[in-house]
């Protein structure tokens, strides 16, 4: 009898570990070699950042939960760094590629990253944090599917296509640094691109896209660029928004959508119209006069060429604040998990604490610079995260030096010195942008997505709570601001680690306009957040030092 229960223990627990191994998540490698090239956007050769060859680079395409593995190879002549854009990196910012957290990859030298879209679907892009890389290229689409079992709440589409949209400079991205350094702006783009590409406009473009006639696609558009909002419309079609940032929205059709820097939109197009060429149209916002570009699209088996009259775009910044408000979640329908969007109920929970970010821009000895509340970020050659995790903050910077609510005497002077604020683990806080420039700011957070239940104008008051999407705002992790408004954000930071607020301006983020937060595991725990892997780069203060023995432990 002994032996038939031991035989049976031992069958349940090889039963058991099997079904863990079946469980794993499966595995992705990548080999990227970053390399500088040449390429002519805009007509004009100039240098650019390849990727395996390819501007932009290649499209990421994963599912929910896969390990991604990409081991990248810097053959340029300076560090580099990829942030993969909206990836929340649970419990594992050492993936998370901005300087605050990793060391670049030096000139010459490979960096393996392993991250996993954890419980996410949706639409991303990935881009260079390191100097002005991002101006010259090294960007591309990030896709994160749904997994088969997970029911999606539209029809299946018959193909996927990514368009990435930005704005382009001709003149080199040290070039724009040297402007940045010496305190000037980067001033009006040159031109606007979509797919790397600017289109002539007069028919003999080659097709970025092909459609079967009746059929269905799923339609993701990113605004890669460097500072501009950007507005995308395809002639005589309409694109029904299903997903913004990850998160599905109730399903609407848009004539033309605003998309601002950092944000994407997954939209799904039908081919119901005559078979022939349409051009697919760009064009920018808010700038005193308009660029624009298009990009052919091509019916298989049309006939005929697209008409030379392009849709018109809107103008104003109201147009675009009403369309903000349109958005909404879908509150039934799941996301990555099976359960409904809606069983999150984010307006019950009470608010803990609300900082309140007012962006500034100044001069400091005379140049340039951009800060949140009187403080413009700078890196220091220490990685922040490193700096905390080997237990020498005090040597590299200091935490809390701006206030959650400032005053206006605070904003009126710029300094600048790391920006690192704490906050507490799990709290449930609130988060209000203020814009007292006349520009349209956009606003992303690493590490986490929100709900952004208020874009209004004027000035925040605790009143204006009053005027909260607290049942079905959208949870996503970029939000634009408009000129003197503000924008209010919710969300519960339950995701140790470092993780960057920054402007999504590259302008205005490579001169201070950013800061990170420290999300600390109460109990050291690994539950709440892993150890510093063993291949990650060392530099600055603690290049050379041993790691910390395992400073989390436990469940």
Request: with cysteine; aromatic share 12%; hydrophobic share 35%.
């Given at each position: 009898?002994?032996?038939?229960?031991?035989?049976?223990?031992?069958?349940?627990?090889?039963?058991a570990?099997?079904?863990?191994v079946?469980?794993?998540?499966p595995?992705?490698?990548?080999?990227?070699?970053?390399?500088?090239?040449t390429?002519?956007?805009?007509?004009?050769?100039?240098?650019v950042?390849?990727?395996?060859?390819?501007?932009?680079?290649?499209?990421?395409?994963?599912?929910?939960?896969?390990?991604?593995?990409?081991?990248?190879?810097?053959?340029?002549?300076?560090?580099?760094?990829l942030?993969?854009n909206?990836i929340?990196?649970?419990?594992?910012?050492?993936?998370?590629?901005?300087?605050?957290?990793?060391?670049?990859?030096p000139?010459?030298?490979?960096?393996?990253?392993h991250?996993q879209?954890?419980?996410?679907?949706?639409?991303?892009?990935?881009?260079?944090?390191?100097?002005?890389?991002?101006a010259?290229?090294?960007?591309?689409?990030?896709?994160?599917?749904?997994?088969?079992?997970?029911?999606?709440p539209?029809?299946?589409p018959?193909?996927?296509?990514?368009?990435l949209i930005?704005?382009?400079y001709?003149k080199?991205?040290?070039?724009?640094?040297?402007?940045?350094d010496?305190?000037?702006?980067?001033g009006?783009?040159?031109?606007?691109?979509?797919?790397?590409?600017?289109?002539k406009?007069?028919g003999?473009?080659?097709?970025?896209?092909?459609?079967?006639?009746?059929?269905?696609?799923?339609?993701?558009?990113?605004?890669?660029?460097?500072r501009?909002?950007?507005?995308?419309?395809?002639?005589?079609?309409?694109?029904?928004?299903v997903?913004?940032?990850g998160?599905?929205?109730?399903?609407?059709d848009?004539?033309?959508l605003?998309?601002?820097?950092?944000?994407?939109?997954?939209?799904?197009?039908?081919?119901?119209?005559?078979?022939?060429?349409?051009?697919m149209?760009a064009?920018?916002?808010?700038?005193?006069?308009?660029?624009?570009?298009?990009?052919?699209?091509?019916?298989?088996?049309?006939?005929?060429?697209?008409?030379?009259?392009l849709?018109?775009?809107?103008?104003?910044?109201a147009?675009?604040?009403?369309?903000?408000?349109?958005?909404?979640?879908?509150?039934?329908?799941?996301?990555?998990?099976?359960?409904?969007q809606?069983?999150?109920?984010?307006g019950?929970?009470?608010?803990?604490?609300?900082?309140?970010?007012?962006n500034?821009?100044?001069?400091?000895?005379?140049?340039?610079?951009y800060?949140?509340?009187g403080?413009?970020h700078?890196?220091?050659?220490?990685?922040?995260k490193?700096?905390?995790?080997?237990?020498?903050?005090?040597?590299?910077?200091?935490?809390?030096?701006?206030?959650?609510?400032p005053?206006?005497?605070?904003?009126?002077s710029?300094k600048?010195?790391?920006?690192?604020?704490?906050?507490t683990?799990?709290?449930?806080?609130?988060?209000?942008?203020?814009?007292?420039?006349?520009?349209?700011?956009?606003w992303?957070?690493?590490?986490?997505?929100?709900?952004?239940?208020?874009?209004?104008?004027?000035?925040?008051?605790?009143?204006?709570?009053?005027?909260?999407?607290?049942?079905?705002?959208?949870?996503?992790?970029?939000v634009?601001?408009?000129?003197k408004?503000?924008?209010?954000?919710?969300?519960?930071?339950?995701?140790?680690?470092?993780?960057?607020?920054?402007?999504?301006?590259?302008?205005?983020?490579?001169?201070?306009?950013?800061?990170?937060?420290?999300?600390?595991?109460?109990?050291?725990?690994?539950?709440?957040?892993y150890?510093?892997?063993e291949?990650s780069?060392?530099?600055?203060?603690?290049?050379?030092?041993?790691k910390?023995?395992?400073?989390?432990?436990?469940?």
């Amino acid at each position: 009898m002994r032996g038939a229960k031991l035989l049976a223990a031992f069958l349940y627990l090889a039963a058991a570990a099997t079904v863990v191994v079946r469980a794993e998540d499966p595995y992705f490698h990548h080999v990227w070699n970053i390399t500088y090239g040449t390429a002519s956007p805009l007509g004009v050769p100039q240098q650019v950042i390849l990727i395996n060859g390819q501007f932009p680079g290649p499209n990421l395409n994963s599912t929910s939960n896969n390990n991604i593995i990409i081991n990248v190879f810097n053959n340029l002549d300076e560090p580099f760094l990829l942030t993969w854009n909206g990836i929340q990196h649970r419990k594992n910012c050492w993936q998370d590629g901005t300087p605050g957290t990793m060391c670049p990859i030096p000139p010459g030298t490979n960096f393996t990253y392993h991250f996993q879209p954890k419980d996410q679907i949706g639409s991303y892009f990935y881009y260079p944090t390191t100097a002005m890389h991002r101006a010259a290229g090294g960007y591309g689409g990030l896709r994160v599917n749904s997994r088969l079992l997970i029911p999606i709440p539209y029809n299946v589409p018959e193909d996927d296509y990514t368009i990435l949209i930005n704005d382009w400079y001709t003149k080199s991205h040290t070039q724009l640094k040297k402007f940045l350094d010496g305190g000037r702006t980067l001033g009006r783009p040159d031109g606007v691109l979509i797919n790397g590409k600017a289109g002539k406009g007069d028919g003999s473009d080659a097709p970025l896209f092909t459609l079967k006639p009746g059929k269905s696609y799923r339609v993701r558009i990113c605004n890669v660029g460097l500072r501009t909002s950007l507005n995308f419309r395809i002639q005589n079609h309409k694109m029904k928004l299903v997903e913004m940032e990850g998160s599905h929205v109730l399903q609407q059709d848009f004539d033309s959508l605003d998309i601002h820097v950092g944000q994407c939109f997954g939209t799904i197009v039908t081919a119901n119209q005559e078979p022939k060429d349409y051009y697919m149209v760009a064009s920018s916002r808010f700038l005193k006069s308009v660029i624009t570009t298009t990009g052919l699209l091509r019916y298989e088996g049309g006939k005929g060429p697209a008409s030379s009259h392009l849709p018109a775009g809107p103008v104003g910044w109201a147009w675009s604040l009403n369309q903000f408000r349109s958005f909404r979640w879908n509150l039934t329908s799941n996301a990555a998990r099976p359960n409904p969007q809606g069983s999150y109920h984010y307006g019950k929970i009470n608010i803990t604490r609300t900082i309140k970010l007012v962006n500034t821009q100044g001069k400091v000895d005379g140049k340039l610079r951009y800060a949140f509340n009187g403080i413009s970020h700078t890196d220091p050659e220490t990685p922040l995260k490193l700096a905390e995790y080997f237990g020498i903050s005090d040597k590299v910077f200091k935490y809390n030096i701006i206030t959650d609510n400032p005053t206006e005497e605070q904003t009126k002077s710029i300094k600048i010195e790391p920006n690192v604020i704490n906050i507490t683990h799990r709290n449930f806080i609130e988060v209000v942008f203020e814009n007292h420039e006349k520009s349209v700011q956009s606003w992303h957070l690493n590490g986490y997505s929100f709900f952004a239940v208020a874009v209004e104008p004027g000035t925040w008051t605790p009143e204006k709570r009053k005027n909260y999407n607290l049942l079905d705002a959208v949870s996503r992790h970029t939000v634009q601001v408009y000129p003197k408004c503000w924008a209010a954000i919710l969300l519960t930071f339950d995701n140790c680690g470092m993780w960057n607020i920054r402007s999504e301006n590259t302008e205005r983020r490579y001169l201070g306009q950013q800061l990170y937060v420290s999300v600390l595991s109460p109990e050291k725990s690994l539950r709440d957040e892993y150890n510093m892997p063993e291949t990650s780069l060392q530099c600055g203060l603690v290049k050379n030092t041993p790691k910390p023995a395992n400073p989390y432990a436990g469940a």
